[in-house]
């Protein structure tokens, strides 16, 4: 009869434990948050950190569309000339560092058979275009006797994302400009 007792008393103090946790929903909340924090932070970092991507990629094509136009305007360049360009390219990009930062300047002119060459191409944090490998102008944009100036612009953006994907991020963009004042720019360097 005793262990009979005992095991009654011993069922009934588990069913009372248990209706107390079952009726008690305190903890349920803290709970669920643990669950979906982590979840939460992540896609709160991602979205961060792709509109800082995003951002970049502006301020690249800005970039190019800017050193294409300062190039554009002048009849002649120097190398400090092109010098002041990349360090104003610097410049917009930040505040993301210029140390990723790629500057391509190249004046495209016809040759005698109205076939595009590289007249001359200088480059920041790269190599200049020794030709014109990759490149697709645009039909009409350059006209006999003329030029056109491309700007290109790579970027390898470093990303917290880097870390999952693999990789940086390349961004990059080109502008092609006619020239402004003449038909073609000099580059004295």
Do not use: C
Not at 10 to 20: A, G, M, N, P, V
Not at 137 to 156: D, H, K, N, R
């Amino acid at each position: 009869m005793n262990s009979t007792l005992l095991r009654w008393l011993k069922l009934d103090e588990h069913s009372r434990i248990r209706r107390l946790f079952q009726r008690d929903k305190r903890g349920v909340s803290a709970i669920e948050f643990a669950f979906v924090f982590p979840v939460m932070i992540t896609m709160y970092m991602g979205a961060v950190d792709i509109s800082q991507v995003l951002t970049a990629d502006r301020k690249i094509t800005t970039l190019a569309s800017t050193a294409a136009d300062l190039v554009a305007q002048a009849d002649t360049l120097t190398a400090a000339d092109l010098a002041d360009i990349y360090s104003a390219a610097a410049e917009i990009v930040a505040p993301f560092p210029s140390a990723d930062l790629t500057i391509i300047v190249t004046s495209i002119e016809l040759d005698s058979n109205d076939d595009p060459v590289v007249g001359w191409s200088d480059a920041y944090n790269g190599s200049p275009r020794s030709s014109l490998g990759g490149i697709t102008i645009p039909a009409g944009m350059i006209e006999a006797g003329g030029s056109v100036i491309l700007a290109e612009v790579t970027y390898l953006y470093d990303s917290v994302l880097t870390a999952f994907v693999g990789q940086n991020f390349e961004l990059d963009d080109a502008f092609f400009l006619r020239p402004r004042q003449t038909s073609v720019v000099e580059f004295q360097g």
